[in-house]
């Protein structure tokens, strides 16, 4: 993994907008309905190719895929792993019971989208057997990336973590939660195995965060915490043979606008991820829910074998952050953690985490992930002089 020896580095968490041709073939394909396989994976692979030039043509550093073969950051594993079927029943976030109004005019917004509280569960063991489909999508990346003129500074590809598998492909097979993310953890181990091999492996777990809220909500936040524990101990089984230094983490509260009171604060959740077998920590802190929580890391700052990926860029709203404000959000950054090499310009989640309910748009995106790269360039002249 890179650092940001000579001027900080930009990245984003992985998803990005998708095509409104993609966009249909992907739902329409979850939803069981008769699809043309050919085109769509001829769109993916255009997909692919836009957006990796369009991240080039940004200024971006350490580019991705951009997911845009994938249905959702997590979901897709249903489609990809034996053992599900049926309908999950996700239980309501605390943000949608409490705030009724919102919920209602959130779900206008996205009106077809992929499922997400609704996916498959597990009705019998899960089996990673055929890995075509992620070989097929690192080679498209592959593709796309000896397709530019310039190589990036880095690549990275993005994986689902047992724990936000287990909590949103719900269990119905499995004696326990925890041996239905252990289960998870060794069969998605060959997944992060083939993409770590090539690219640089994002592990996605706002399970250690956002589910506070949503499937333990009944609990509290130390019995939450332990909970986490366990989730990152899975994680770690499935990493055994994977150098932290090839793995970065991203966590997040739900990459949703919403009201978001229930957020399991910061400081209770760092030691948790910083058990993590990885490299680089990704996580929010450009939305006005998280902004503060640069003190927390200050009190607690990431092991030295970590790099912090912090969210510098909101991946919510159609604001473009003003290059003067990410400058600021990368030199606060650097001061907690005490280290400019040691900190890689970010964005708080992903840009299109489900096909359908994308919150910025595609043409917004690019200009974000350009403001990123040009704050970027400030605080290298603040930082190196």
Request: hydrophobic residues 45%; negative net charge; contains cysteine.
């Given at each position: 993994m890179k650092h940001?020896?000579?001027?900080?580095?930009?990245?984003?968490?992985?998803?990005?907008?998708?095509?409104?041709?993609?966009?249909?073939?992907?739902?329409?394909?979850?939803?069981?309905?008769?699809?043309?396989?050919?085109?769509?994976?001829?769109?993916?692979?255009?997909?692919?190719?836009?957006?990796?030039?369009q991240q080039a043509a940004a200024g971006v550093d350490i580019v991705n895929d951009g997911e845009q073969p994938r249905v959702g950051f997590q979901t897709y594993v249903a489609q990809r792993m034996k053992g599900f079927g049926g309908e999950s029943k996700r239980p309501r976030s605390l943000d949608y019971t409490r705030f009724p109004v919102w919920a209602e005019q959130l779900a206008r917004r996205f009106p077809r989208r992929a499922k997400i509280t609704?996916?498959?569960?597990?009705?019998?063991?899960?089996a990673y057997?055929?890995?075509?489909?992620?070989?097929?999508?690192?080679?498209?990346?592959?593709?796309?990336?000896?397709?530019?003129?310039?190589?990036?500074?880095?690549?990275?590809?993005?994986?689902?973590?047992?724990?936000?598998?287990?909590t949103t492909l719900l269990n119905a097979h499995y004696d326990s939660h925890e041996a239905y993310v252990f289960a998870l953890a060794r069969q998605m181990r060959k997944e992060y195995e083939l993409i770590a091999r090539d690219f640089l492996l994002q592990i996605d777990a706002p399970?250690?965060?956002?589910?506070?809220?949503?499937?333990?909500?009944?609990?509290?936040?130390?019995?939450?915490?332990?909970?986490?524990?366990?989730?990152?101990?899975?994680?770690?089984?499935?990493?055994?043979?994977?150098?932290?230094?090839?793995v970065r983490l991203h966590c997040c509260w739900g990459n949703y606008e919403g009201p978001h009171l229930h957020d399991i604060p910061m400081r209770e959740i760092l030691p948790?991820?910083?058990?993590?077998r990885v490299g680089g920590l990704s996580i929010e802190f450009a939305n006005p829910r998280h902004q503060h929580e640069y003190t927390a890391l200050k009190q607690a700052?990431?092991?030295?074998?970590?790099?912090?990926?912090?969210?510098?860029?909101?991946?919510?709203?159609?604001?473009?952050?003003?290059?003067?404000?990410?400058?600021?959000?990368?030199?606060?950054a650097?001061?907690?953690?005490?280290?400019?090499?040691?900190?890689?310009a970010s964005v708080d989640c992903g840009f299109g985490t489900f096909a359908g309910s994308e919150y910025v748009a595609e043409d917004v995106v690019w200009q974000k992930l350009k403001a990123c790269r040009e704050g970027a360039d400030i605080a290298t002249k603040r930082l190196w002089g």
């Open positions: 940001s020896d000579e001027r900080i580095l930009t990245t984003h968490v992985g998803s990005l907008p998708r095509n409104a041709v993609l966009t249909d073939l992907l739902i329409r394909d979850e939803a069981g309905e008769v699809v043309d396989k050919a085109e769509l994976a001829r769109q993916s692979e255009a997909a692919v190719r836009h957006v990796v030039a609704n996916a498959p569960q597990a009705v019998a063991g899960v057997e055929d890995l075509t489909a992620a070989q097929e999508e690192c080679r498209m990346f592959r593709a796309a990336l000896d397709g530019l003129g310039k190589p990036p500074v880095e690549a990275f590809m993005t994986a689902a973590s047992p724990g936000i598998i287990a399970d250690l965060a956002m589910e506070r809220g949503v499937l333990f909500q009944g609990k509290s936040n130390a019995e939450f915490v332990r909970i986490a524990e366990m989730h990152v101990a899975a994680l770690n089984e499935a990493l055994a043979d994977i150098p932290r230094e090839r948790v991820l910083y058990q993590a700052r990431p092991p030295a074998e970590f790099v912090l990926l912090p969210g510098v860029i909101d991946s919510l709203t159609n604001f473009v952050e003003h290059p003067e404000v990410v400058a600021n959000r990368i030199c606060e650097v001061d907690a953690v005490g280290d400019r090499s040691r900190v890689i």
